[in-house]
């Protein structure tokens, strides 16, 4: 095992060391203490603070009354949990390992013990992590409070984690016996499990037809409803079998009663603990064949990270669509947007429009004749404008068929024969056409619903005033279809500008930022994803401030100084003049895009990490 944990040491001091090398470039450092300074200011202060204030320890006191019933129900539904798992026919034989890692230690002098030893080791960084980030904003800033409550939580989550990974491995183990004594041991467990909870259903009913009505005040009596002494009373046999669910959530219990001792919160520890050891020997001895799959599962997560997963997952005859033919020769710049485009959506885009353009035009003419429920009224216009605001807005963090996709190609793109800026304004174009298109879907449902609602005057949702549309001389419909109008110039803008920023955010630290089509839910993913979202908030404040500067300006102009009314046809002129500040930013961080592309070493950047993301 001495070697296995040194290979562990020794992977984590070149991860750190990576790190610290990064950090010699200004841009890395620099991102680092922006970062670290926007957690610590605006994030983290805050949190702790109020958690200080009102933290979950002293909430407790206020229902101490409540923890016995409280650890009651959650020993039940620890059961609950625990039968239908089991229950569950399947499971895998794999192991957290990458193939890199497999074909190390496969043909090395290692014990097999010690290898899965090694592959549950490994697994506890995101364990420690989450016990950490929990114990941080619930433990309110005490440290024995903190302590304590990691110590518990890091107990239950690896104890859960065992169960399962041992859960896994003895179900594969069934596919490789004969057939007759896999069904028998298939029957066994679920025997023991009927007679759990035939066992447990007695004192179930019992409990339930002495609990409180819903519609009374429970607090009183629902504490003692639920309480041990009540459970030992009168269903002696279900606290007897509630009672090792009880050990193994007595610590997290322990922490938060406050009259509870030191010596009392350790004799809690010791059963968890024990059941730690044996399901660890438990996992450890499996003699289930783990390699294949090990392997497979490796090649599987590699192959998502690929371009080409998706490619992959296409049915044969659908691979020749595109959103669009690509002529033989042209701009470059054409064949790159044709090919992201197709890691998305394979749909042609004149189908997309033409079609949704029809379906928006004959439900909006019909709606306008027959109306539409109230309540279905207000369900569409609310996720008609979600979606209109939010799509354009993610655009760059939802779809990543861009520079992101693309740098893990680097040597391939390198040699392509187009200009640094006009590849980069390619690699935004998809993620921006493909936002703008929902978004304009979201449009056409919000002109459905606005549409329905002035289509009778019985309903209580009004999207646009028919009086404002007679005060600018157009009907209800035509007002509708030139606010739409307006947005979706607005929207594309926003949009590009939103795949803009995250393919600056990759060229300017590619070291650092995720790639590949799969986004991973990590705090360092998460914390770029929230850094890039304060760039476009700022950007968007820069760039809609001069827009609605100049939308002013026209507009007092023509109604204080020429006094002169507005006219419905004049909406799309406004729109399009709030859009040029926003469409000269994102030129300019086209052009800015395309130099960092020019200056990218990808030796040093990208070719030499072990991983790109």
């Known amino acids: 095992m001495t070697p296995l944990l040194f290979l562990m040491w020794r992977s984590m001091v070149g991860r750190v060391t990576r790190w610290l090398r990064l950090m010699k470039q200004p841009k890395y450092l620099v991102g680092t203490l922006a970062g670290v300074a ?16 009102a933290s ?71 364990v420690l992590f989450g016990c950490f980030m929990i114990s941080l904003f619930s433990s309110g800033g005490a440290p024995d409070r903190f302590v304590w409550r990691f110590v518990t939580v890091w107990l239950f989550l690896t104890l859960w984690h065992l169960h399962g990974w041992g859960r896994g491995l003895w179900a594969a183990r069934l596919q490789e016996l004969p057939a007759a004594v896999a069904w028998r041991r298939r029957a066994t467990v679920v025997a023991g499990v009927v007679l759990i909870w035939l066992l447990l259903a007695p004192g179930i009913a019992s409990i339930a037809a002495s609990l409180p009505e819903l519609s009374a005040d429970i607090a009183p009596t629902l504490p003692h409803a639920l309480s041990p002494e009540r459970l030992h ?29 030191l010596v009392g919160r350790l004799e809690s520890v010791v059963w968890p603990l024990l059941l730690l050891v044996a399901h660890n020997e438990w996992v450890v001895r499996s003699q289930t064949l783990f390699e294949e799959a090990t392997l497979e599962r490796a090649r599987q997560q590699a192959a998502r990270g690929d371009a080409a997963s998706r490619f992959r997952k296409v049915r044969q005859r659908q691979r020749q669509a595109a959103p669009f033919s690509l002529r033989p020769t042209g701009a470059p710049a054409i064949a790159i947007i044709w090919k992201n485009l197709m890691l998305a959506h394979r749909t042609r885009l004149a189908l997309a429009v033409g079609g949704g353009t029809a379906v928006v035009a004959i439900s909006t003419v019909v709606v306008a004749f027959t109306g539409l429920p109230d309540w279905l009224i207000a369900i569409m216009m609310v996720a008609g404008a979600l979606g209109l605001i939010a799509t354009p807005l993610m655009a760059g963090h939802q779809w990543r068929n861009d520079l992101r996709t693309d740098l893990l190609r680097i040597e391939v793109i390198r040699t392509w ?29 919000l ?32 007002l509708l279809l030139l606010s739409l109008a307006t947005a979706l ?26 790639l590949g089509q799969r986004r991973s839910g990590s705090a360092a993913h998460i914390g770029q994803g929230m850094l890039t979202g304060i760039g476009l908030v700022l950007a968007l404040a820069v760039g809609l401030l001069p827009g609605a500067l100049l939308v002013g300006a026209w507009m007092f102009l023509q109604l204080a100084v020429a006094d002169q009314p507005l006219v419905a046809w004049q909406l799309p002129l406004l729109g399009l003049t709030a859009v040029v500040p926003l ?31």
């Open 583 to 613: 469409a000269v930013i994102v030129g300019m961080l086209t052009r800015f895009g395309g130099m960092l592309w020019d200056q990218l070493d990808p030796s040093v950047e990208l070719l030499n990490s072990k991983s790109p993301s």
């Open 233 to 261: 009373a009168d269903a002696p046999l279900l606290a007897l079998l509630l009672t090792p669910m009880k050990w193994v959530i007595g610590p997290f219990f322990a922490g938060l009663a406050p009259d509870t001792p």
């Open 447 to 478: 002109l459905i619903a606005g549409t329905a609602a002035g289509a009778t005057s019985a309903t209580d949702f009004v999207l646009v005033s028919p009086d404002l549309a007679e005060s600018l001389g157009v009907s209800l419909v035509t």
């Open 56 to 126: 979950l320890g002293d909430r407790v006191a206020d229902i101490t009354e409540w923890l016995p019933a409280l650890e009651s129900v959650g020993a039940l539904a620890l059961v609950v949990s625990l039968s239908l798992w089991w229950l569950w026919p399947f499971g895998k034989a794999s192991l957290e390992l990458t193939e890199t890692e497999l074909h190390l230690l496969l043909p090395a002098p290692v014990r097999r013990r010690h290898l899965i030893q090694y592959a549950m080791l490994r697994s506890q960084w995101g």
């Open 417 to 445: 024969p187009i200009d640094g800026w006009r590849l980069f304004a390619a690699e935004v174009g998809p993620p921006a056409i493909i936002a703008s298109l929902y978004a304009a879907g979201a449009g056409g449902l």
């Open 489 to 514: 110039p607005l929207v594309a803008a926003i949009a590009s500008l939103s795949a803009t920023l995250q393919n600056l955010v990759a060229l300017l630290w590619p070291s650092w930022i995720q």
């Open 38 to 53: 926007w957690m610590s200011v605006f994030a983290l202060r805050p949190v702790l603070r109020a958690n200080r204030d």
